[in-house]
Nanobody, 121 residues
Framework: QVQLVESGGGLVQPGGSLRLSCAASGSLVSIYVMGWYRQTPEKQREMVATTFSGGNTNYADSVKGRVTISRDNAKNTVYLQMNNLKPDDTAVYYC???????????????WGQGTQVTVSS
C-alpha cells in the first residue's frame, strides 16, 4: 500500500504565503508524477501544479508566477510554495502521485486525504 501524507494547510490573509508538503511512503518502486490539485464545493477538482520525474513542471494559468512546485526525490516528497495568495485560492488541496509499487506491473494514480487552505482577512 501507499500513503500520501499532506501537511501545511491553514488560514492565511490575502497576500500571504503557505507551503504545502506531501510525503509518499510504502513499497515504492518508482514515482513518475507528483502534484497538487484543489477542489471547492462549487468547482470540479482542478490541477494546480505537477512535476514529472524528468524535471518538467506544469502550472495552472491561475497560479503561474505565484506558485512553485518542487520535489525531493530522496524523500519522496513534493512541495507547493504558494505566495501572494488570493481568496480564490481557498480550497481543499489534494496531493497526487502516479507511481508503481512492488508487485505492480503498471503505475497507478493515488491521492492524499486533502488539506484545507483558506485565504481570508
Amino acid at each position: 500500500q501507499v500513503q500520501l501524507v499532506e501537511s501545511g494547510g491553514g488560514l492565511v490573509q490575502p497576500g500571504g504565503s503557505l507551503r504545502l508538503s506531501c510525503a509518499a511512503s510504502g513499497s515504492l518502486v518508482s514515482i513518475y508524477v507528483m502534484g497538487w490539485y484543489r477542489q471547492t464545493p462549487e468547482k470540479q477538482r482542478e490541477m494546480v501544479a505537477t512535476t514529472f520525474s524528468g524535471g518538467n513542471t506544469n502550472y495552472a494559468d491561475s497560479v503561474k508566477g505565484r506558485v512553485t512546485i518542487s520535489r525531493d526525490n530522496a524523500k519522496n516528497t513534493v512541495y507547493l510554495q504558494m505566495n501572494n495568495l488570493k481568496p480564490d485560492d481557498t480550497a481543499v488541496y489534494y496531493c497526487y502521485a502516479n507511481l508503481r509499487l512492488i508487485g505492480q506491473t503498471a503505475s497507478r494514480n493515488y491521492w492524499g486525504q486533502g488539506t484545507q487552505v483558506t485565504v481570508s482577512s
